[in-house]
């Protein structure tokens, strides 16, 4: 795999981001291949300290 990554510019894509956690651990075992860089795609995030809802389950009260 180095060989066709190093020097080349790489897409990381995740669907959800929570920490960050995953993202970070795919980008540190792409680093030891020597990308020319890396780039992080997100297309959702949770926010920090707020809870999730769901948009099927029923109001409260």
């Known amino acids: 795999m180095d060989s066709k990554v190093q020097g080349r510019p790489v897409v990381l894509v995740d ?3 929570t920490t960050g956690a995953t ?3 795919a980008a540190k075992a792409l680093r030891k291949a020597k990308p020319g ?3 992080g795609v997100v297309f959702a995030r949770t926010l920090k300290g707020r809870q999730g809802f ?3 389950s029923k109001p409260r009260g």
């Open 15 to 17: 669907d959800v981001m």
């Open 23 to 25: 993202l970070n651990e």
């Open 37 to 39: 860089y890396i780039l």
């Open 54 to 56: 769901s948009l099927l």
